[in-house]
């Protein structure tokens, strides 16, 4: 009997104890401590000199779960964590941070397609959020004196959830300077990536006061199923020291991305891209689709990124330009050879959600124009049109130049953005040649765009959906943007960033209008979907008002005559044989500079008076905007 309680006594101690764990962690001090609560403390060490993350095997550790506890520099985290029975290896888990993993709520749609991405990976797993340390010397002047020239940096270590990645020698250009936390673009190579991404711009979207708009709405247009830079939220260190809670993105004009997002498989996470890939263009404001073979100057504004010159393109605004969208066989033809409609509707039902002023529909501005070689023959060439640049959105920068109606702005309906002259500055193009012609051109057409405008406000632009989902990356990343404005940063803008918000705007900005921003994030959702709502009749999944008996559904008007059909788009028809067209743009000057338009809200806000502010329109809650503080003007 003892016999066996003493055999029973030290077996269980040599199973109880036989575990090993190594434990991770990313903290920024000089002294990292572990401590098994209740039992002992280890110092733990820096893996590479100079990088925050610190680790350790401690030995002997009991079977079953058991709680530590991290140290910096003698102080404690205010919580203790779990080590799960069976776990030999803790993620890279980050100093205060009590929940290393975290899935967000995600935005659901029913008609994805698009099955042609790698996917996020690790690299874009927002369960997790990264940390990106930048090392060296020239790192040091780099962050205290941004260039846009490019810089070497020594060492750049980026931390996922259970991996690191380390690069020496990265070339880095800085952008957005009038802001202290300004824009980096790094370039790394094909052959050094992460998860085959080596393009990455670490972003924060200074005139949004969420600082979350590129991420929500790379989110929405990744779960649409269309060709989408993804965005992640990350924290960006140097030198042991905080540089700011950026956002880590894609960018859709570099090779990195077309690889990842045109040739990738989610399941092996591999690519197979053609080498070389498509042509690649650049669109800034004044790029559009009119067939103008004789007049190279028009296509400016699509910039050549990628590829030879500009030929495929025009042999794309000429097909374009002999489609007879009334001839359904016609258009599938097209659809298959020429241009990508589904993602193209998708695209637009967005930029017109989110009042994306800075984007195609309202500015002919900031996208990229793809042709596939996979899908393409000698003759035919398959283009798709991907969107970029975010943050000018949900009311950020509505100007007087695209916002002539003020807080009523949400409720202005599609219709109105059909078949119109636009040239809204000296840059803006006259038309919307895509979207006169693949939404407004027909009935059937503009059903077909109807139907999926009505179907993302159903689920996912709706005030239900969008706040279960945007609400729990408040939650999450809350107590890293308080972080990120408890420090001073490395770089000051001299003369003062414009606009300025705080940790104050962050926390308002999801409920309610700011100076200089008219609406809410989750009230400009709201209106835009209660507007269509009572325009097309529709409700949504939890809507407590939906549309009454009374409400009449938008009709689209049926063509009166037969021509009206297919003449949307205007061009002259002169007769030009193509094969007597010389192509060949690079001998054609192009010296047309196109402005940026990111300075044009700064410069707008800057002279406003607060009494531009109070809002002339009836709203329901709030009779005038929160009073602006003298200092943001
Ligand atoms: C991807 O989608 C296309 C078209 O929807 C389909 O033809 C193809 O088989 C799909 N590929 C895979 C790997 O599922
Ligand atoms: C963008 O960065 C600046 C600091 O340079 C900051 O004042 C501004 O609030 C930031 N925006 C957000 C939303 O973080
Ligand atoms: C060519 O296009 C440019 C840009 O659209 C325009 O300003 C110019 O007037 C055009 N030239 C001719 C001869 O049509
Ligand atoms: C366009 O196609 C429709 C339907 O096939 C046809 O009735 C119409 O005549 C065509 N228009 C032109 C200009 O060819």
Same mark, same amino acid.
Do not use: I, N
């Given at each position: 009997m003892l016999k066996s309680l003493l055999l029973f006594i030290t077996l269980f101690i040599s199973v109880a104890y036989s575990r090993s764990v190594t434990f991770k962690i990313l903290a920024f001090g000089t002294k990292v401590q572990l401590e098994i609560i209740g039992y002992k403390k280890y110092n733990l060490k820096q @893996?590479? @000199?100079? %990088?925050?993350l610190y680790s350790g095997k401690i030995n002997s550790l009991p079977d079953t779960d058991f709680e530590y506890t991290y140290y910096v520099d003698g102080v404690k985290e205010n919580f203790n964590r779990v080590c799960k029975s069976g776990v030999t290896t803790t993620l890279n888990e980050f100093f205060g941070r009590e929940e290393t993993l975290k899935p967000l709520e995600t935005f659901n749609y029913p008609d994805n397609h698009w099955n042609r991405s790698i996917g996020k990976t690790t690299v874009f797993d927002d369960s997790y959020i990264p940390t990106v340390h930048f090392y060296g010397t020239e790192t040091e002047k780099f962050f205290h004196n941004p260039t846009s020239t490019t810089t070497k940096l020594e060492r750049v270590t980026f931390y996922f959830k259970d991996s690191k990645k380390s690069f020496s020698k990265v070339p880095v250009t800085a952008k957005n300077k009038d802001f202290d936390k300004f824009q980096i673009k790094m370039k790394l190579s094909k052959t050094a990536n992460v998860k085959g991404r080596y393009l990455l711009k670490f972003r924060n979207g200074s005139e949004d006061p969420t600082n979350l708009r590129q991420t929500i709405y790379g989110n929405i247009i990744d779960s649409l199923g269309m060709p989408s830079i993804h965005s992640i939220m990350v924290r960006v260190y140097y030198n042991g020291k905080p540089a700011g809670f950026y956002t880590m993105q894609e960018e859709a004009i570099s090779e990195s991305f077309i690889r990842t997002e045109f040739y990738g498989n989610p399941e092996t996470e591999t690519i197979d891209p053609p080498e070389p890939i498509g042509d690649t263009f650049d669109c800034s404001t004044g790029a559009d689709f009119e067939y103008k073979p004789l007049n190279m100057s028009y296509y400016d504004p699509i910039a050549l990124k990628i590829g030879k010159d500009k030929s495929k393109l025009i042999a794309f605004t000429q097909a374009l330009d002999q489609l007879n969208t009334s001839n359904e066989a016609e258009l599938e033809e097209f659809e298959k050879k020429w241009f990508d409609i589904e993602t193209f509707h998708k695209a637009m039902a967005m930029e017109y959600l989110t009042g994306d002023w800075d984007g195609y529909w309202y500015f002919t501005s900031n996208f990229a124009f793809y042709e596939d070689p996979k899908q393409s023959t000698d003759s035919t060439y398959k283009f798709y049109f991907i969107t970029q640049d975010h943050d000018e959105t949900f009311g950020v920068g509505l100007t007087d130049v695209t916002n002539t109606v003020g807080y009523e702005f949400p409720k202005v309906s599609y219709t109105t953005m059909l078949n119109q002259i636009w040239h !809204? %500055?000296?840059? %803006? @193009?006259?038309?919307r040649t895509l979207v006169d012609k693949f939404i407004a051109s027909t009935p059937a057409l503009q059903k077909r765009f109807q139907d999926t405008l009505i179907s993302i406000v159903q689920n996912i632009f709706n005030p239900v959906a969008f706040k279960r989902v945007v609400n729990s990356y408040y939650e999450r990343y809350l107590p890293e943007v308080e972080w990120d404005y408890s420090f001073q940063r490395p770089y000051k803008y001299k003369r003062g960033q414009n606009p300025n918000w705080g940790y104050d705007d962050f926390l308002k900005a999801f409920d309610s209008p700011l100076t200089g921003l008219q609406w809410g994030l989750y009230e400009w959702v709201s209106l835009r979907a209660e507007a269509i709502k009572n325009e097309f009749c529709i409700t949504w999944e939890g809507d407590e008002n939906p549309p009454d008996e009374s409400c009449v559904p938008y009709e689209i008007p049926e063509p009166t005559t037969t021509t009206t059909t297919t003449t949307t788009t205007t061009t002259t028809t002169v007769e030009v044989p193509t094969t007597t067209i010389e192509l060949e743009p690079t001998n054609v000057p192009t010296t047309k500079s196109i402005p940026t338009q990111r300075h044009r809200f700064a410069e707008w806000f800057k002279n406003k008076k607060p009494s531009d502010f109070t809002v002339k329109t009836k709203r +329901? !809650?709030? +009779?005038?905007?929160h009073p602006p503080e003298k200092s943001r003007f």
């Open positions: @893996a590479v @000199a100079g %990088d925050p !809204k %500055d000296p840059f %803006d @193009a006259e038309h +329901s !809650k709030r +009779s005038t905007l």
